[in-house]
């Protein structure tokens, strides 16, 4: 197994900016915005958007949720991987609100249907988005694409993309694993 | 550990430790669930149940056949009243028709006890026992379980007494068996007759006095006493079982702390418990009721993950 750093921690916070930057274009004053960070691992870059919406850009009331999609994937009997859920928190309706979803990666975009399909149980959006730090070109299964993206991967289904976090690894990296 | 070590849940007796952990991890996330504005999950919509009840239910019944709607299940519902085992079909026979119409899993409850045992063994679909006669009711003593962790913070190292009718309770045993595996100290109490005659060799202690029983309890689980399964006088009259096994107000007034009250249903009010109590902040039966939802999505949730296509 051997892995590679596609990108490094500076590269991962200008990164993260930009896409902080991008959503106060679209999204202003977020009075009409919710924040969905999915679970597990969307909650690490979820909480590192708000953080960085709240304390460097000062907007106030930036409303982020948790969603855990266990229950609503497609693939439940059908792998042999056990699936085990995450805490859900989502404290607000999302009635007409815009709902961002944000995901460490996008892959074969089955992840963030079952979010859809989730995220009805709290009412009916406005409109749905979607933010995710890398995007495995060529490995969609389902005609979901992002609507805010770090980077683009051109990954083969053989590789693992996997995002490190400070909170949980100690380090913001982004490897490319060769299994 | 994210799968339960057994196929069927036929009692508490046949489970571990950490299944009972894997099942109530799962129902804290159906209890969120089941508190949404939509309260349904699409995980089991190719799955189908089949609830047989050869022997009265409401709860349980509705209880069950809620959960599995709630994770999106095809259900179909089966009660001897009304059905050719009035005829004399036998259980396998009864059991064998259902499920050649495609049915991955059977939800039963039955008079005699280790029915659930003995369906088993012959049938290949996993199955729930809602209780087995006086044998084992396994998903009421889970949810109770539940109800004491969610109360107390956690069961290890709790007191709990079960009073009533020890004898012909379903809920008595596996309650016993699932505190004990959680390392809860148990007592029970009653009138002597309605005693087990081994019931220590379980690793309970009998207390006869209700008041030392609940002096010493932080769980007092009231039991109805079961008259349809009564052949004999066990006691004198309700009045005098009541006056000796009875909670009411201003015993539990009289005890220096606060215990939790708990009852699986349904309640005879002012026999075992009266209403005062029964409607206190102290009763949390209730709770286990909501509670009984959600610990039944995730037992049925988690036997149908092992069921392969």
Not at chain 1, 107 to 120: K, V
Not at chain 2, 24 to 53: C, Q
Request: with cysteine; aromatic share 6%; charged share 25%.
């Amino acid at each position: 197994m051997s892995q590679k750093v596609l990108l490094n921690a500076t590269e991962v916070h200008i990164i993260l900016n930009r896409l902080a930057c991008q959503l106060i274009e679209n999204h202003e004053d977020f009075s009409d915005t919710v924040l969905i960070g999915i679970q597990p691992r969307g909650i690490f870059l979820a909480e590192r958007i708000k953080k960085l919406l709240t304390d460097t850009y000062k907007i106030e009331n930036v409303k982020l949720g948790y969603l855990d999609i266990t229950f609503f994937r497609d693939d439940f009997r059908r792998s042999e991987k056990i699936l085990a859920a995450n805490k859900t928190q989502i404290d607000f309706v999302v009635e007409n609100k815009k709902v961002v979803f944000i995901d460490d990666v996008l892959y074969t975009g089955r992840s963030i249907n079952a979010a859809l399909t989730a995220i009805q149980s709290f009412g009916r959006p406005e409109e749905v988005e979607l933010l995710c730090l890398i995007d495995r070109r060529f490995s969609r299964h389902l005609p979901i694409q992002p609507d805010y993206r770090g980077r683009q991967v051109d990954a083969i289904n053989e590789e693992k993309v996997k995002v490190s976090w400070v909170e949980n690894e100690g380090e913001d990296t982004v490897y490319v694993i060769n299994t | 550990m994210s799968e339960l070590s057994v196929k069927h849940l036929l009692g508490i007796k046949y489970i571990t430790k950490e299944d009972i952990e894997l099942i109530f991890k799962t129902a804290d996330h159906f209890k969120e669930v089941i508190n949404r504005p939509i309260k349904k999950v699409p995980s089991l919509r190719d799955i189908t149940i089949a609830n047989l009840f050869f022997e009265n239910s409401t709860r349980t019944k509705l209880s069950f056949e809620l959960a599995e709607k709630r994770l999106s299940a095809d259900v179909i519902n089966f009660s001897a009243a009304a059905s050719s085992v009035k005829k004399g079909e036998t259980l396998i026979d009864t059991v064998n028709n259902i499920l050649s119409m495609k049915v991955d899993m059977v939800v039963m409850r039955h008079p005699n006890p280790g029915a659930g045992v003995f369906l088993s063994k012959h049938i290949n679909a996993s199955i729930v026992n809602a209780g087995d006669g006086a044998h084992e009711h396994p998903t009421q003593a889970l949810l109770d379980s539940f109800s004491i962790r969610e109360r107390l913070g956690e069961v290890a190292g709790k007191n709990v007494v079960i009073v009533g009718d020890i004898l012909h309770s379903r809920v008595a045993l596996s309650n016993i068996y699932a505190l004990k595996l959680q390392g809860a100290n148990v007592k029970v109490c009653g009138p002597k007759t309605l005693m087990p005659k081994y019931i220590e060799s379980l690793g309970v202690e009998v207390e006869l006095d209700l008041r030392k029983a609940l002096q010493w309890c932080d769980v007092a689980n009231m039991l109805r006493v079961q008259n349809e399964r009564m052949d004999i006088s066990y006691f004198p009259s309700t009045r005098e079982y009541t006056q000796q096994y009875g909670v009411n107000k201003a015993l539990l007034e009289s005890l220096d702390k606060e215990i939790v009250i708990m009852h699986p249903g349904p309640i005879n009010r002012g026999v075992e418990i009266t209403s005062d109590v029964a409607d206190s902040g102290q009763a949390i039966i209730l709770d286990q009721v909501e509670n009984g939802v959600a610990v039944r999505m995730a037992i049925i949730y988690l036997l149908a993950s092992k069921i392969k296509q």
